[in-house]
């Protein structure tokens, strides 16, 4: 109860603790900034690896296509073959 009175005798009391409560608040508000930065950077490198991914996924595809011409054209060589 001393307190109370202390702190509403002394105006500066209360602005000092303010003060620091104010200081914290910047400081989380900057770090919750700079926290916002980093997963938006993180999110484009995701991105990214995702984008890449996909064009892994799209070669598989392109090596899978690959090796069905390659036989077909095999096919036709052997069946060219007996014909002579």
Excluded: W
């Excluded at 303010?18 to 490198?45: P, Y």
Aim: net charge negative.
């Amino acid at each position: 109860m001393a307190s109370s009175v202390t702190d509403a005798r002394n105006p500066q009391a209360r602005k000092k603790g303010k003060g620091k409560s104010k200081d914290l608040e910047v400081l989380m508000v900057e770090r919750l900034a700079e926290i916002n930065k980093s997963m938006a950077t993180l999110r484009g490198r995701v991105d990214d690896i995702e984008k890449h991914l996909e064009e892994l996924g799209s070669m598989r595809d392109f090596e899978e296509l690959r090796g069905e011409v390659q036989a077909a054209v095999y096919s036709m060589v052997a069946d060219v073959n007996k014909e002579l």
